[in-house]
Nanobody
Framework: QVQLVESGGGLVQAGGSLRLSCAAS????????MGWFRQAPGMEREFVTA????????NYADSVKGRFTISRDNAEKMLYLQMNSLKPEDTAVYYC???????????????????WGQGTQVTVSS
């Protein structure tokens, strides 16, 4: 079992920055692919970014490339999402997720993740 707790969400003006954190506990964090997803009201949960457990491969949704950066600290069992140049369309609940898949590259599909946090709200005002 893995427990994930997100923090760092809030209200920010367009063009601003936020850093989300995800604290993990339970099984070996370093063996898990980790990802961030988001869900806006009335919308499906969508992939934002992911980082592999080994040979740190990173994937980004086209909508956040160049603005968001994912990182992880295996020693501290922490996952981060640095969000810069935020736009109103980035407004959503952001979820941290963990995948125990033995693949080299983390999936972009929500169904491929085994553990989820409770989410943290990010609101970007125009």
């Amino acid at each position: 079992q893995v427990q994930l707790v997100e923090s760092g969400g809030g209200l920010v003006q367009a063009g601003g920055s936020l850093r989300l954190s995800c604290a993990a506990s339970g099984r070996a964090f370093s063996n898990l692919h980790m990802g961030w997803f988001r869900q806006a009201p009335g919308m499906e949960r969508e992939f934002v970014t992911a980082i592999s457990w080994r040979y740190p491969i990173q994937n980004y949704a086209d909508s956040v490339k160049g603005r968001f950066t994912i990182s992880r600290d295996n020693a501290e069992k922490m996952l981060y999402l640095q969000m810069n140049s935020l736009k109103p369309e980035d407004t959503a609940v952001y979820y941290c997720a963990a995948s125990a898949a033995s693949t080299i590259t983390p999936t972009t599909r929500a169904a491929g993740y085994d553990y989820w946090g409770q989410g943290t709200q990010v609101t970007v005002s125009s």
